[in-house]
């Protein structure tokens, strides 16, 4: 019989149980402090120190390069690719900013997770049955409330760590919502913890953002409009991606 590696017993028995101490305690404060803050903001400081937990005890080392194109206070629709359940740790942790993700709807149900997702202020879709008017409604809101957006235009994890086809939805709501979409391309998560492997592994990782993209003044935008749209902010992250993700990783 094969013994496992170090990383898997580190993962199994250290790392695990400490991410589910880290989800209790935050998420605990997150879910108590909505009492007081409905603005979620305590909610995503307490998100921001859940994910730097997690980095700092797995030995993941970000390197955030383009912080200076983006304007502090600015609503964005960051679009990233996604390689790894690592990613969201990396961009909460990295990015100085009001964060919301869309999730779905199913995940309310999820103990201590659902409940800081939902009193957090963040978004929510039914899958099956979505109400457009009501979520281009609430990104509207988006500005006044000073938050900003995180989606995987992907809609799921890459099993080789090439970008795929980004999914034209947001961006349709992105053009309808008149908010830029700001390219984020993240290199490396992989190697600590690529999709179907229960084994974590300490490794440097990059945070590449780019110059916001406006989108087009369109009065009623199309899907081929917002497949363009999507199409362009995916060739700029897959150049990032392919350029800087080592060799058959």
Same mark, same amino acid.
């Given at each position: 019989?094969?013994?496992?590696?170090?990383? /898997?017993?580190?993962?199994?028995?250290?790392?695990?149980?400490?991410?589910?101490?880290?989800?209790?305690?935050?998420? #605990?404060?997150?879910?108590?402090?909505?009492?007081?803050?409905?603005? !979620?903001?305590?909610?995503?400081?307490? $998100?921001? =120190?859940?994910?730097?937990l997690?980095?700092?005890?797995?030995?993941?080392?970000?390197?955030?390069?383009?912080?200076?194109?983006?304007?502090?206070?600015?609503?964005?629709?960051?679009?990233?690719?996604? +390689?790894?359940?690592?990613?969201?740790?990396?961009?909460? $942790?990295?990015?100085?900013?009001?964060?919301?993700?869309? =999730?779905? =709807?199913?995940? *309310?149900?999820?103990?201590?997770?659902?409940?800081?997702?939902?009193?957090?202020?963040?978004?929510?879709?039914?899958?099956?049955? %979505?109400?457009?008017?009501g979520?281009?409604?609430?990104?509207?809101a988006? *500005?006044?409330?000073?938050?900003?957006?995180?989606?995987?235009?992907?809609?799921?994890?890459? /099993?080789?760590?090439?970008?795929?086809?980004?999914?034209?939805?947001?961006?349709l709501? #992105?053009?309808? =919502?008149?908010?830029?979409?700001?390219?984020? $391309?993240?290199?490396?998560?992989? +190697?600590?913890?690529?999709?179907?492997?229960?084994?974590?592994? %300490?490794?440097?990782?990059?945070?590449?953002?780019?110059?916001?993209?406006?989108?087009?003044?369109?009065?009623? %935008?199309?899907?081929?409009?917002?497949?363009?749209?999507?199409?362009?902010?995916?060739?700029?992250?897959?150049?990032?991606?392919?350029?800087?993700? %080592?060799t !058959?990783?």
């Open positions: 019989m094969r013994i496992p590696p170090y990383h /898997w017993w580190r993962t199994v028995f250290f790392l695990i149980p400490a991410i589910t101490v880290y989800t209790i305690v935050l998420g #605990a404060a997150s879910i108590v402090s909505s009492v007081f803050d409905s603005s !979620g903001y305590f909610a995503h400081r307490c $998100a921001r =120190a859940w994910s730097w997690i980095l700092k005890t797995t030995g993941v080392r970000v390197t955030v390069e383009g912080l200076d194109r983006i304007t502090p206070g600015t609503t964005y629709v960051f679009v990233s690719n996604h +390689q790894s359940i690592y990613d969201t740790p990396v961009v909460f $942790a990295s990015l100085p900013y009001q964060l919301r993700i869309i =999730a779905k =709807a199913s995940l *309310v149900r999820f103990p201590v997770l659902g409940w800081h997702l939902k009193r957090g202020g963040h978004l929510f879709v039914d899958r099956k049955h %979505p109400d457009r008017a979520i281009l409604t609430r990104w509207r988006l *500005v006044s409330e000073g938050l900003s957006l995180i989606i995987y235009a992907e809609g799921g994890r890459s /099993w080789d760590g090439r970008v795929g086809r980004f999914k034209a939805g947001s961006f709501l #992105a053009i309808e =919502a008149g908010l830029p979409v700001v390219p984020l $391309a993240i290199v490396g998560t992989r +190697q600590v913890m690529p999709k179907g492997r229960l084994r974590t592994e %300490p490794a440097d990782v990059k945070l590449i953002i780019h110059d916001p993209i406006h989108p087009p003044a369109i009065d009623a %935008p199309t899907a081929r409009d917002a497949k363009a749209f999507a199409a362009r902010t995916r060739d700029i992250v897959a150049a990032a991606v392919e350029e800087r993700q %080592p !058959g990783v």
